[in-house]
């Protein structure tokens, strides 16, 4: 079963780039598959912010699309995120997840999310 | 952006009831919606994928029902670890989900 695991600084300063990375436990390279993260601020709603398919095709949501850069890393199994100029209203769980068959299908599987808090 | 509204914001029942949830789009996603449960500190899990289709492991008392704008997941008789947050998401444009619902015990 695929496995993922979201990893980052879990405090960032307002007006700063937040930087995570999602590892997975399996092979990045699959043709339909695209990664993608979601945010939750705590006790609110879910929020996509982009997805990626391993050849590089980024999709970004047009509310966050000015701030977002999604990577991927093949050799490693890694995609990326970087999230600039952080205000308080970034606060969230962020989490990596899987799309199959489009950038834009439903999340199948779901890392386990790490809290990124934005504060001096 | 198309808006997804779920109600009610909270449903309080009894185990063994039947739970009805409702999300409305603002807009027509065909077919393309989804929903999804959440328990606390866990993420979201895909139970119904395209309105009526279980997810791979989802117990039959979950189904899911409707198309164009208005949508309902049905639990046929809730079990004590169906009490959770669910939420819905289209995927007709981008991405959005519903602001959710969440089952408590009454």
């Known amino acids: 079963q695929l496995q993922l695991q979201a990893s980052g600084p879990g405090l960032v300063k307002p007006s700063e780039t937040l930087s995570l990375t999602c590892t997975l436990s399996?092979?990045?390279?699959?043709?339909?598959?695209?990664w993608v993260w979601i945010r939750q601020p705590p006790g609110k709603g879910l929020e996509w912010i982009a997805s990626?398919?391993?050849?590089?095709?980024?999709y970004h949501n047009p509310s966050l699309k000015s701030r977002v850069t999604i990577s991927v890393d093949t050799s490693k199994n890694q995609f990326s995120l970087k999230l600039s100029s952080v205000t308080a209203a970034d606060t969230a769980f962020y989490y990596c997840a899987r799309s199959r068959d489009g950038y834009n299908s439903f999340f199948d599987s779901w890392g386990q999310g790490t809290l990124v808090t934005v504060s001096s | 952006e198309i808006v997804l509204t779920q109600s009610p914001a909270t449903l309080s029942l009894s185990p063994g009831e039947r739970a009805t949830l409702s999300c409305r789009a603002s807009?027509?996603?065909?077919?393309?919606l989804g929903w999804y449960q959440q328990k606390p500190g866990q993420p979201p899990r895909l139970l119904i994928y395209?309105?009526?289709n279980r997810a791979t492991g989802i117990p039959a008392r979950f189904s899911g029902s409707g198309s164009g704008t208005d949508f309902t997941l049905t639990i046929s008789s809730l079990e004590p670890e169906d009490f959770a947050v669910y939420y819905c998401q289209q995927r007709s444009n981008w991405v959005t989900f519903g602001g959710g619902t969440k089952v408590e015990i009454k």
């Open positions: 395209d309105a009526s």
């Open positions: 807009q027509s996603v065909g077919s393309f």
């Open positions: 399996d092979f990045i390279s699959s043709r339909s598959d695209y």
């Open positions: 990626i398919h391993y050849r590089g095709n980024t």
